[in-house]
Nanobody
């Protein structure tokens, strides 16, 4: 089971931290990813981190503003989002895949992030 939290309404330039708790799996063997889907748009990749905490990557539009991290002792992955822009408004989804696979198999229900003044 994957459960996201931390979304909300924030002004441009503000910050939010999303959290994603995973249960029922050996968390440290899973690559965790964050995706987002804005209204009328396809879901897009945002960031991912491997089970060891390495292999971090980001979509270009969030580099330097978002930071992904994980705490394997708490089965939790985080997405720290700073300097938020209106174009970051979307439903953010947490996803998991085994490190050895290429497709994200498990998904959360999503959390809404709205950036607006």
């Amino acid at each position: 089971q994957i459960v996201e939290s931390g979304g909300g309404l924030v002004q441009p330039g503000g910050s939010l931290r999303l959290s994603c708790v995973v249960s029922g799996a050996t968390f440290s063997t899973y690559t965790m990813g964050w995706f987002r889907q804005a209204p009328g748009k396809k879901r897009e990749f945002v960031s991912a981190i491997m089970g060891s905490g390495g292999g971090i990557n980001y979509v270009d539009s969030v580099k330097g503003r978002f930071t992904i991290s994980r705490d394997n002792g708490k089965n939790t992955v985080y997405l720290q989002m700073n300097n938020l822009k209106p174009e970051d408004t979307a439903v953010y989804y947490c996803a998991a895949r085994l490190d050895s696979l290429s497709v994200f198999e498990y998904w959360g229900q999503g959390t809404q992030v709205t950036v607006s003044s």
